[in-house]
């Protein structure tokens, strides 16, 4: 798969977490492949980044591998007053991230930072993006939640909605 991945010039394919009784979940992320390294047993690294989100509308297999149509998700967009309330609790999120990240000690960071690379600032537009701050995907990943509940979050097309998650999440850990 990695193979005609790279064959075809697209670079991308798209990933799923398990879910029982279908095989693979409602909603994935489409992610680009930066390098892949294919060894001789047939195994690959791969270094690949998430993109897109989307939802799955119909399962196929081909090749012997899951394959999906698929439709792609975006972020609701809100402006006025509603607007200067999500970019209020956007950086009191962001924050509250920021506070667990350094409360966290030096050698964990450091092993978070080499798998994730660092966390990303905030962004100046928090809707420029139709998949929203990529802070909030990368604390998703960092967090290593139950796959069923980061699927959840993932199929959000609310900002709003997905940082109050964040929220409860980072409330949860701040005091473990």
Known sequence: MMRRCMETGTKKFGMCSYEH??????????????????????????????GSRYKVLKRGQRDGYHTADIEYLEDLKVDGSELELLESLHDSVYQQAQDWYQRLGSRIREQINRQYGTMPDKE???????????????????LQLDPAYQTTVLSLTSLKDRLGHLRLVLEYFSQS
């Open 21 to 50: 009784g279908k095989g693979f979940a409602d909603y994935g992320c489409m992610l680009e492949i930066h390098s892949l390294e294919l060894l001789p047993d047939g195994r690959s690294f791969v270094d690949a980044v998430g």
């Open 124 to 142: 100046e537009n928090i809707q420029a993006s139709s998949n929203g701050p990529a802070w909030c995907w990368w604390l998703l990943s960092v």
